[in-house]
């Protein structure tokens, strides 16, 4: 069975910094892309960023961009996501995606999120 | 931000059919980019229901079923069960922006 556990969130100030991590079982961790999406209070998704399989490529939605760096440790089958800057507008809740398509088989582009982990809040207050 | 529009809610009574729509434009549906649809219930993580515009997961009952057409895509859900309420998502990829993106959501109301 797929897991993914995240973990590091927490309350941290304007400006601030954070490492999210993902713990990824139960798959071949480096024959998938993986993502980072986040849910502000009571809104809708926002894809974050993508890493591909081999880590070799990384994506970013415009506003994070600069901010945050996602990452992956083969060894550790985990997933990290570096966010440097914080603003109030980050708040919200992160979850880790594995796609639901291996690299081998799928386009980046047509790629879905399949599983989700159970995700971990990150407010940013002063 | 969501360049894929969704109604904010829909309802219907135990047993009917109900359809989501999702409206793109040309540079994601249009450009024939697959659509994913997701299912939210309170509290929790988002749960694929269907993929690459038609496929169900398995595990996801005959009664989802998704389409697309042009710059849409709509998810029906016949025989409405309690259990049906929850937010649904569709997914799609722009390539304006260079990445993914969602609608904006769209609430289910069992009567």
């Known amino acids: 069975e797929v897991q993914l556990l995240e973990s590091g969130g927490g309350l941290v100030q304007p400006g601030g910094s954070l490492r999210l991590s993902c713990e990824a079982s139960g798959f071949t961790f480096s024959s998938y892309g993986m993502n980072w999406v986040r849910q502000a209070p009571g809104k809708g998704l926002e894809w974050v960023s993508r890493i591909s399989g081999s880590g070799g490529s990384t994506y970013y939605t415009d506003s994070v961009k600069g901010r945050f760096t996602i990452s992956r440790d083969k060894s550790k089958n985990t997933l990290y996501l570096q966010m440097n800057s914080l603003r109030a507008e980050d708040t919200a809740v992160y979850y880790c995606?594995?796609?639901?398509?291996?690299?081998?088989?799928?386009?980046?582009?047509?790629?879905?999120?399949?599983?989700w982990g159970q995700g971990t809040l990150v407010t940013v207050s002063s | 931000q969501s360049v894929l529009t969704q109604p904010p809610s829909v309802s219907g009574a135990p047993g009917q059919r109900v359809t989501i729509s999702c409206t793109g434009s040309?540079?994601?549906?249009?450009?024939?980019?697959?659509v994913h649809w997701y299912r939210q219930l309170p509290g929790t993580a988002p749960k694929l229901l269907i993929y690459a515009n038609s496929n169900r997961p398995s595990g996801v009952p005959d009664r989802f079923s998704g389409s697309k057409s042009g710059t849409s895509a709509s998810l029906a859900i016949t025989g409405l069960q309690g259990e049906d309420e929850a937010d649904y998502y569709c997914q799609s990829y722009d390539s304006s922006l260079s990445g993914y993106v969602f609608g904006t959501g769209t609430k289910v109301t069992v009567l």
């Open positions: 040309s540079s994601n549906i249009g450009a024939g980019y697959d």
């Open positions: 995606a594995k796609a639901g398509c291996s690299s081998s088989s799928c386009s980046t582009s047509y790629n879905w999120f399949d599983p």
